[in-house]
Antibody, heavy 120, light 113 residues
């Protein structure tokens, strides 16, 4: 079964760090770019970051640039989102999603999401 | 960054009637060398992740009912639900991936009148 499963969310104080994981199964994740998308409570979708299939390129939304870092371990079929200097406005459900080049990078597989709450 | 603007923010349509959602990008998302628009549509139901409906602006994802269709090119796009069903009540988002930083529209809520 092709799927992505996020983990690592939780409650964290402002200024602290958290690392999210995205485990891929049922497909070779090293063949796909993986994106992170977040959704604040009651709000719309915000694209956060992408790491290319081979890890050579990484891009970030301005709102997280310099604070968040994406990485991947293709040997484990796992992707990571390291989040530093967290702010209240980073509170959201974080999804990882598979981008398909032949679909114009549309996201065909999404995880169920993991909730991150930044609060003192 | 490319800004995506959807209209309306919400709409209520009777069962069996047509629903139309518009999406406008701040710059063209047409990759002219291959004549394809880097524009996708997603459906999101409460408590669920988004689901891909349409990519390349008009190509329906496998398994998506044919009452869903996408059209448009360049900067102006439309998602049409030809005959609204109860299970189509959801939020709908357009997204561009022409630039290296993908951006979503603000979403359109579709309800039953």
């Amino acid at each position: 079964q092709v799927q992505l499963v996020e983990s690592g969310g939780g409650v964290v104080q402002p200024g602290r760090s958290l690392r999210l994981s995205c485990a891929a199964s049922g497909f070779t994740s090293s063949s796909y770019g993986i994106h992170w998308v977040r959704q604040a409570p009651g709000k719309g979708l915000e694209w956060v970051a992408v790491i290319w299939y081979d890890g050579t390129n990484k891009y970030y939304a301005d709102s997280v640039k310099g604070r968040f870092t994406v990485s991947r371990d293709n040997s484990k079929n796992t992707l990571y989102l390291q989040m530093n200097s967290l702010r209240a406005e980073d509170t959201a459900v974080y999804y990882c999603a598979r981008g398909v080049l032949s679909f114009g990078n549309a996201f065909d597989i999404w995880g169920q999401g993991t909730m991150v709450t930044v609060s003192s | 960054d490319i800004v995506m603007t959807q209209s309306p923010d919400s709409l209520a349509v009777s069962l069996g009637e047509r629903a139309t959602i518009n999406c406008k990008s701040s710059q063209s998302v047409l990759y002219s060398s291959i004549n394809k628009n880097y524009l996708a549509w997603y459906q999101q139901k409460p408590g669920q992740p988004p689901k891909l409906l349409i990519y390349w602006a008009s190509t329906r994802e496998s398994g998506v009912p044919d009452r869903f269709s996408g059209s448009g090119s360049g900067t102006d796009f439309t998602l049409t639900i030809s005959s609204l069903q109860a299970e189509d009540v959801a939020l709908y988002y357009c997204q561009q991936y022409y630039s290296t930083t993908g951006t979503f529209g603000q979403g359109t809520k579709v309800e039953i009148k």
